[in-house]
Structures are given as structure tokens and as C-alpha cells.
């Protein structure tokens, strides 16, 4: 637990969730003023996920999210310059422009990246935490995975191999309520939290929207996984507010889905919690001050030329 007050550390949790929420309003505006190419998976909705899980990290954790992960890769500490320009095809410090919004990476802040294949974060995971454990370096390995996920094979063989050789990774799984288009209902009879018992694993079922409670879940998630060398799963109810990717019109909605969830939305519920409107109106202005520098800054980041092509290429035949 922090040593802060709460009602500024509820303030410093707020501020990080308003930066996702603004960052990510203002990546749609570059999406549909055509500064961004390709479809993105935004997280609004689901801001307390990373940012209450982040809050009890260390910087030699080792995070890997999904194609979602924009929250994340903000609760790490990764500059927004740098992803703004990122996302926008820049030669951005963190990939040069070639990872954008699905395939981001960012090693120096703990970040070990995204991907946009369905539970292959696990399995990424679980080698950063088995590597610390055989080299004896401090530190966990933590995936966000959705639910979806859970019902992807190698989640179920990385979770097995997890509990075999005892290694310290903290699996994080967003319940957002659908899978792409399909709610999760509809998919998964068992849900997370309870196949970890089927692992021989301990795990929790934590309100999603709520980051502080985040924050004490996978603080807790953390300790087991180091002190035991167990693995541990987290799952965090939440509900995705945006649409599964950038153009998806959600027709598969039922009427009043969302403004029932949107009577729960994390950023809301938080602010109403810090109680002091002021301080709150204080954090947001500053906010959306520095993500205005951050996009101009962006902005005058060149575009990767031609003759940069065949750098930043890990694989590949050479003759
Ligand atoms: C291995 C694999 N299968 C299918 C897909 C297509 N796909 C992309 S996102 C997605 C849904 C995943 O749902 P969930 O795990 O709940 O994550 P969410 O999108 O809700 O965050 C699917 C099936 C994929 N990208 N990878
Ligand atoms: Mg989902």
C-alpha cells in the first residue's frame, strides 16, 4: 500500500487514468483525421486495469500486454510524445514507427510489448518470469490477457507450465464482457478466477473499475508469486465503453448496454471518490496541457524513410 494520504493517492490514480482516457480520445480524432492509419483497440473503460495494477509494480517487472495495451504502456511510464509518435508512424524512439498501436514496445520501462495474437502474451510472460527466477534476478513477469483469452490453448499449457516449475508470474485477466463482437457469456462457462484451482494456483476476482482495489489485488498477486514462486491469476471485471476496434459500429449492442455501464465508468467513479472537484478540474487541465506539448512534439518527428527499411528487422534470410 502507498504511504500517501488516500485522498492523494486516489489524485495520483486519477491522474493516471484521465491521461489513458485523453490520450486515447485524442488518438480517435488522429485516427479519423487520417494522422493515424490502421484500426486500434482502445481500453477506455477499462483505465483502472492498468493503472491499479501498474501502481503496485516494481520497475524490474516485466509487462506484456495485448493489442489493448495502450493503458499500460502509460502506467509504465512510457513518454506520450514517444507514443503519439509511435502510433502515428513516426521514428519514434520506442520501434521507429514499424510496432504502432498493436505492436508497441518499450523495454526500457518494463514494457515488454503488445502483440494482437490472442493469449500469446502468456507464454511471453511466463519466459520473462522463468528467466528471473534461473538467473536469479528480482522481479516478475505480469500479462494483461482478455477473457477471451483464456480459452486460447497455449494460455491453458503456459498456466500448466507456470505451476510446474513455480515461477513468479501474475497473470492479469480483463473480463471487459465481449469477445470481439461476442459477449463473453457466450463463450466461457468457467471463469477465470476459477480455473486457477485447476493449476493448483491461487487467484482473486477484484472490481475492475476500481483501481485502488486493483492495486491492492495484484499487490497481494505480486507477494505470492515472489514469496512462493507461484504463479498467480488476477481477474478484474471491467466493461469495454469503445467498440472492439476503432471502426466497429457495435449494432450487436442490446439497447441500454452501455449507458448502464457507463453509470459505472471508472474514470467517473474515481473522480467522485477523490471528492475535491477542484483538484480534480486542476489535474485535468494539466493533463490535457501536456498531452498538447506531447502531441506537437510528436508531430515533428520525421517519417521513416525509404532508406531505413531493413533496419529494426530480427528476422529474415541472409545469402
Ligand atoms: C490466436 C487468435 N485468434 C483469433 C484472433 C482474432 N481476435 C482478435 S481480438 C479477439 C477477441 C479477444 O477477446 P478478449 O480476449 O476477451 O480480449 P478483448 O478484445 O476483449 O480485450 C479475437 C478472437 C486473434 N487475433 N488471434
Ligand atoms: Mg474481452
Known amino acids: 500500500m502507498s504511504a500517501l ?50 501502481a503496485a509494480l516494481e520497475p524490474e517487472d516485466a509487462v506484456v500486454g495485448t493489442y489493448r495495451g495502450h493503458g499500460w504502456a502509460i502506467a509504465r511510464g512510457v513518454p506520450l510524445a514517444e507514443l503519439f509518435a509511435e502510433l502515428m508512424g513516426r521514428a519514434s524512439a520506442l520501434c521507429g514507427g514499424r510496432g504502432g498501436s498493436a505492436y508497441l514496445m518499450a523495454p526500457d520501462y518494463g514494457f515488454l510489448g503488445e502483440n494482437s495474437i490472442v493469449g500469446a502474451g502468456v507464454p511471453m510472460a511466463l519466459g520473462a518470469a522463468l528467466a528471473r527466477k534461473v538467473q536469479g ?30 515461477v513468479p508470474l501474475v497473470v492479469v485477466v480483463e473480463n471487459n464482457g465481449y469477445v470481439e463482437m461476442t459477449p463473453s457469456a457466450a463463450l466461457t462457462a468457467v471463469p477465470a478466477h476459477r480455473r486457477a484451482a485447476a493449476y493448483g494456483i491461487e487467484s482473486l476476482l477484484v472490481d475492475g473499475n476500481n483501481a485502488d482495489a486493483v492495486r491492492d489485488a495484484v499487490t497481494h498477486a505480486r507477494a505470492v508469486a515472489l514469496g512462493s514462486t507461484r504463479p498467480f491469476l488476477v481477474e478484474a471485471e471491467t466493461h469495454r465503453l469503445a467498440g472492439h476496434y476503432s471502426g466497429d459500429l457495435q449494432a450487436y449492442r442490446p439497447p441500454g448496454e452501455l449507458d448502464a455501464a457507463r453509470q459505472r465508468e471508472p474514470v467517473v467513479l474515481l473522480a467522485a471518490a477523490v471528492d475535491d472537484v477542484a483538484a480534480v478540474d486542476a489535474v485535468r487541465a494539466d493533463v490535457q496541457k501536456g498531452l498538447a506539448v506531447a502531441l506537437a512534439t510528436a508531430r515533428a518527428v520525421s517519417v521513416p524513410g525509404a532508406e531505413d527499411v531493413r533496419e529494426r528487422l530480427y528476422a529474415g534470410v541472409t545469402r
Not at 153 to 158: F, K, M, Q, T
Open 137 to 166: 534476478t528480482a522481479g516478475v513477469g505480469v500479462v494483461s490477457i482478455g477473457d477471451g483469452a483464456m480459452n486460447q490453448g497455449v494460455v491453458h499449457e503456459s498456466l500448466n507450465m507456470a505451476a510446474v516449475l513455480g
Open 5 to 54: 494520504p488516500a485522498s492523494e493517492n486516489l489524485l495520483g490514480l486519477y491522474r493516471q487514468m484521465y491521461t489513458i482516457r485523453a490520450f486515447e480520445e485524442q488518438v480517435m480524432e488522429l485516427l479519423s483525421g487520417g494522422e493515424i492509419a490502421g484500426s486500434t483497440h482502445l481500453c477506455i473503460g477499462q483505465e483502472a486495469i492498468p493503472v491499479g495494477a501498474c
